[in-house]
């Protein structure tokens, strides 16, 4: 199991899997908890919209993603539904389609295009060299630190909307919001270009899921959703070299193994009561 270590493209992206692995997986915590799971996907794919254009005009192709998913997160976090007959993520999950769909188009446009496509789903993680991981942990290493320092304001805005659903009460809590997102944009922006769309998606919502199914302490939470992240990136590799299966896929099946125990133990400890008292039952001979 630990022969891919010795091969420096496998660590490689082990290596990028486990730093991305971890902002993601926290950031998850809250787009849970304010029920936004589209915004991963809008915002990957508006990432993607811009290496897209990049490709196609030849130019800016760090920047211009950068400046696409900057521009889309600021755009997010400024919509406010004031009829409660719609809800924010039908709005985000219309902006992804729409987004999906332009990405689509000019990347066909390109030469080799249909490969083009497949890497912004799945990513290259196998192709992930030193100066993309120095990349990365610079990078991911400013906006952890940015979210330790403020975290109690980020999670003031989560419970703020879980209580009564508003997300824009001042200029103060705007700000806030905007932050958010922007630490998600530039988080995907980064974790997109390795990792894929559909993989970066998984990251962001697989491990926060089931952490919250598993726990309701937030230190608890945080912990189980980093060891989720962790462990799906090395068995989702480890998967990937034993069996020849690429590695963006062989990672997000991991993942629904991982929300598959976890749905299976949550299911256990809800019905463990009834279990134990139908077990009590028997051995009297009631039933």
Not at 40 to 45: E, W, Y
Not at 111 to 135: K, Y
Not at 216 to 225: G, H, P, Q
């Amino acid at each position: 199991m630990l022969e891919m270590l010795q091969i420096d493209f496998m660590v490689n992206a082990l290596v990028a899997c486990l730093i991305f692995g971890v902002l993601l997986s926290y950031l998850g915590i809250h787009v849970v908890g304010r029920g936004i799971v589209f915004v991963d996907l809008a915002l990957g794919q508006i990432s993607s919209f811009g290496v897209a254009i990049s490709e196609y005009l030849h130019i800016g192709h760090l920047w211009l993603p950068v400046l696409f998913t900057l521009a889309g997160a600021f755009l997010l976090s400024l919509i406010h539904i004031h009829d409660k007959r719609l809800k924010l993520e039908a709005i985000i999950g219309i902006i992804y389609v729409a987004t999906s769909a332009f990405t689509v188009l000019v990347i066909s446009k390109t030469p080799h295009g249909e490969s083009n496509i497949q890497e912004v789903l799945f990513g290259a993680l196998l192709a992930t060299t030193t100066a993309d991981i120095m990349r990365l942990t610079a990078a991911m290493g400013v906006l952890s630190l940015l979210h330790i320092l403020f975290h109690k304001h980020v999670y003031r805005m989560t419970e703020l909307i879980q209580a009564d659903g508003s997300y824009t009460v001042g200029i103060k809590e705007r700000a806030w919001n905007f932050f958010f997102y922007m630490s998600i944009g530039l988080s995907i922006v980064l974790a997109v270009r390795l990792g894929g769309v559909l993989p970066v998606f998984s990251y962001l919502i697989v491990p926060a899921v089931s952490a919250v199914m598993l726990a309701r302490n937030k230190s608890l939470i945080i912990v189980i959703a980093l060891a989720n992240s962790a462990i799906a990136g090395f068995f989702g590799l480890w998967l990937s070299y034993t069996y020849d299966f690429p590695a963006g896929p062989s990672i997000v099946a991991v993942f629904a193994i991982i929300f598959s125990v976890a749905s299976i133990l949550r299911f256990i400890r809800l019905h463990s009561g009834i279990l134990c008292i139908f077990t009590r039952l028997w051995r009297r001979g009631a039933i």
